[in-house]
Structure formats: C-alpha cells, structure tokens
C-alpha cells in the first residue's frame, strides 16, 4: 500500500517539464538533478514534494524524449507513485525499469484535488482518497511488472535472481 499527498498537473507533461534539458546533460548525480525535478512547471515542486508524494496528472503523462532520467528524477525528488489518465508508453516502461511504478486510471483528475491523501493498492488497482473518502479503481499493475519494481527496477530484478521477471 502506498500511501501520499497529491500533486496535480495537466495533460501533456512532457519530459522536459519533468527535468529541464538544460540541467539533464550536465550530471549524472541524481540527487543533484531531482532538485531540478517538475521545474519546468512548477520551480518549486522539488522544494515542497516530500518523500511518499504522489503525482496525479492528466493524459500522455511523460511524453516527449525517452531519457530514462525523467521518472528516475521524480523517484529520487521522493514521488513513490504517479498516477495519470495515461502515459506515453516509453516514459511508462522507463518508470518500472528504474522501480517507479504508475497507475492508469481514467477520470483520475477529475476525482482529486491538490493536497488530498491517496492509499493506493497497485495489485488491485485500488485507490483511496482519505480526504474526500471515495473510492476509485484502476487498472491494476501486471504480477510481473510489481515484481520488478519491488526489487528496485529492472536491473535491480536481474542483478538478484539472475534473469528476467518475464522468463521461468
């Protein structure tokens, strides 16, 4: 269960609003390069996200380049989840290859407001909103994709049981 306030944004984020081109070239540090993270957006969400937030966001969330930096900066600023109406699918794959895990979820914008506290059940694709105290569901995360994202990402998964979530 993950657990988190909310952090609202609009359709189309793309990954330069994510971690802007001009600081993604310059480092490799991911600490330093969180400090960087939605600014392009909103300057001060690296300075206000706290560790467990949650980022709820309209449709084609992460579009744009397919740098993995993008949601490895959002994991190291401290977002434990992103949920959007949909993603751009290589930002989505990148997400669990790193152990960012998202959640699709139509209608999700129109159902939370900036600050709420969300519990989420990835397996189930359950999601609480404590403040409002609704209910909504979504579509749940693939047994293989949760497993790769418990273990850390995609590497992390292959570096402890010697291949891949996919492979018997």
Not at 27 to 46: N, R, V
Not at 65 to 88: C, M, N, T
Request: include cysteine.
């Amino acid at each position: 269960m993950i657990r988190g306030k909310v952090w609202k944004f609009p359709d189309d984020v793309n990954t330069d609003y994510i971690i802007p081109g001009k600081y993604k070239f310059k480092t490799l540090d991911m600490k330093e390069l969180a400090k960087h993270a939605m600014e392009g957006i909103d300057p001060d969400f690296a300075k206000k996200v706290e560790q467990g937030d949650i980022i709820v966001a309209g449709k084609n969330f992460g579009m744009g380049s397919s740098r993995e930096q993008a949601p490895l900066v959002l994991k190291y600023a401290g977002v434990s989840l992103v949920i959007a109406e949909d993603f751009a699918r290589i930002f989505y794959r990148n997400s669990f290859n790193v152990g960012l895990p998202v959640l699709i979820c139509r209608g999700i914008n129109e159902k939370v407001d900036q600050g709420n506290i969300l519990e989420v059940d990835l397996a189930k694709g359950k999601i609480i909103n404590v403040t409002k105290k609704t209910e909504t569901s979504a579509s749940p995360i693939p047994d293989f994709l949760l497993e790769m994202e418990e273990a850390g990402g995609l590497t992390a998964y292959y570096k402890k049981y010697g291949r891949f979530p996919w492979e018997e």
